[in-house]
C-alpha cells in the first residue's frame, strides 16, 4: 500500500488513432527526441495493445522503442482474458504511483476515449457483477447469436448500444446485465463531475483535421497489410483465438470473422476496406467521450515536424505551474 499523500503530476495526452501518438512520444519524451522535455514514462491508454500477440493490428510500439521509453500495460494478457475499465484504472494508477516513485512523470497517453475521461474522473459506479446473471446471458449469446441480444439492447438501452459492436458478445452481455440488475440502462450510469485528487493532470487533447486524419487511417490500414497483417490474424486463430476471443473483437481482428462460416478467414480485399471503414468510424466516436471535459488544451494538431513545439510549450508550461 503507497503511502504517499502528495498529488503526483501525470500528463494525459488523448488523440485519435493513426494521429502520431508514438511518434509524438519520441520527440518529447526520448533523450533522442527533437524536443525532449522531460523522463517519463508510457501508461497506455488503449484498450487492445493490452494483449499479446496482437501487434500489427493494434500499432503496438516495438520492442525497441519500448527500450528507449518504457511502456506499461502493454502485453499483459491473453486474448482470451477479459480486460475491463476497472482493470485499466487500478493498474494505471499501480503504474503512475511506482513511475512517480522512481521519480519520473507518468504520461498516459492513448486513444481511447473511455480509458482516458476513466482516469481523470474515476470509472463509472455500475453494479457489480451477478454470476448468476452473466452465465444466463452467456448462454443466450451461445443459443441466439449476438445480434438477438444486441437488437434487445438495442431497444433497453439505445446509447450504449451505439458505442457497442454487434460482434462484441462481452460488452452486451455486460450491458443487458446491468439493466437486469439495477432496472437502468448502462448509460444512465455516468463518471464523477470531479476530477480524482490523487493527480495534478496535464491534459492535452490532439485535434487533427478529419479528412487528413481519414487519410492517413487509411494508409494506415494498407501498411499494416504490407507488414503482415492477415499472417498476425492466422497466427492467432492457430494458438486457438477466435471471433469470440475477447481480445479478437478488436477493429483489424473481429472483420476477418464470418459468422456463417466458422473456422473460415474472409476475403483479404473485403477486410481491408471494412477495417478502414471501421478505423475511420471510430476516429469520429474518440472525440465524443472526452468532449465535454473542462479540463485541457486543445491542440490543432497536423503534423508532427511543425506541431510538436506547442505541445512541448503546453505540458512544460503546466508542470512548471505545479512546482511553484
Known amino acids: 500500500m503507497s503511502t504517499r499523500t502528495e498529488r503526483i503530476p501525470v500528463v494525459v495526452i488523448f488523440a485519435p488513432t493513426a494521429s502520431g501518438k508514438t511518434a509524438l512520444m519520441r520527440e518529447l519524451f526520448s533523450q533522442n527526441g527533437s524536443h525532449f522535455i522531460l523522463t517519463g514514462e508510457v501508461v497506455s491508454a488503449d484498450s487492445q495493445q493490452v494483449y499479446k500477440h496482437m501487434d500489427i493490428g493494434t500499432a503496438k510500439p516495438s520492442p525497441e522503442f519500448c527500450k528507449e521509453i518504457p511502456h506499461h500495460l502493454i502485453d499483459m494478457l491473453l486474448p482470451s482474458q477479459q480486460w475491463n475499465?476497472?482493470?485499466?484504472?487500478?493498474?494505471?494508477?499501480?503504474?503512475?504511483?511506482?513511475?512517480?516513485?522512481?521519480?519520473?512523470?507518468?504520461?498516459?497517453?492513448?486513444?481511447?476515449?473511455?480509458?482516458?475521461?476513466?482516469?481523470?474522473?474515476?470509472?463509472?459506479?455500475?453494479?457489480?457483477?451477478?454470476?448468476?446473471?452473466?452465465?444466463?446471458?452467456?448462454?443466450?449469446?451461445?443459443?441466439?447469436?449476438?445480434?438477438?441480444?444486441?437488437?434487445?439492447?438495442?431497444?433497453?438501452?439505445?446509447?450504449?448500444?451505439?458505442?457497442?459492436?454487434?460482434?462484441?458478445?462481452?460488452?452486451?452481455?455486460?450491458?443487458?446485465?446491468?439493466?437486469?440488475?439495477?432496472?437502468?440502462?448502462?448509460?444512465?450510469?455516468?463518471?464523477?463531475?470531479?476530477?480524482?485528487?490523487?493527480?495534478?493532470?496535464?491534459?492535452?487533447?490532439?485535434?487533427?483535421?478529419?479528412?487528413?486524419?481519414?487519410?492517413?487511417?487509411?494508409?494506415?490500414?494498407?501498411?499494416?497489410?504490407?507488414?503482415?497483417?492477415?499472417?498476425?490474424?492466422?497466427?492467432?486463430?492457430?494458438?486457438g483465438y477466435g471471433a469470440e476471443s475477447p481480445g479478437m473483437k478488436a477493429i483489424g481482428y473481429s472483420e476477418w470473422f464470418d459468422d456463417e462460416k466458422p473456422g473460415q478467414l474472409r476475403d483479404a480485399g473485403t477486410v481491408r476496406d471494412e477495417i478502414k471503414k471501421h478505423s475511420c468510424k471510430y476516429a469520429k466516436k474518440q472525440f465524443t467521450y472526452i468532449r465535454d471535459i473542462p479540463l485541457g488544451t486543445r491542440l490543432d494538431y497536423r503534423a508532427l515536424d511543425d506541431d510538436v513545439r506547442k505541445v512541448s510549450e503546453v505540458i512544460k508550461s503546466n508542470l512548471n505551474a505545479f512546482r511553484k
Not at 447469436?145 to 452481455?173: F, T, W
Open 85 to 239: 475499465i476497472f482493470d485499466f484504472v487500478e493498474a494505471a494508477d499501480r503504474a503512475c504511483e511506482e513511475i512517480a516513485g522512481r521519480g519520473k512523470i507518468p504520461v498516459v497517453c492513448g486513444g481511447s476515449g473511455f480509458y482516458v475521461r476513466s482516469f481523470l474522473y474515476g470509472p463509472p459506479p455500475t453494479p457489480e457483477s451477478d454470476s448468476r446473471v452473466r452465465e444466463e446471458l452467456k448462454n443466450r449469446i451461445a443459443a441466439e447469436g449476438n445480434e438477438a441480444l444486441y437488437n434487445e439492447l438495442k431497444m433497453l438501452d439505445p446509447q450504449s448500444a451505439q458505442r457497442i459492436h454487434v460482434n462484441d458478445a462481452y460488452r452486451i452481455c455486460r450491458a443487458l446485465e446491468v439493466y437486469r440488475l439495477s432496472g437502468k440502462p448502462r448509460s444512465s450510469y455516468t463518471t464523477s463531475l470531479a476530477l480524482r485528487d490523487k493527480y495534478n493532470f496535464v491534459l492535452v487533447v490532439l485535434e487533427p483535421p478529419r479528412e487528413a486524419l481519414y487519410e492517413r487511417i487509411r494508409s494506415r490500414v494498407d501498411q499494416m497489410f504490407r507488414d503482415g497483417l492477415e499472417d498476425e490474424v492466422r497466427s492467432l486463430v492457430a494458438m
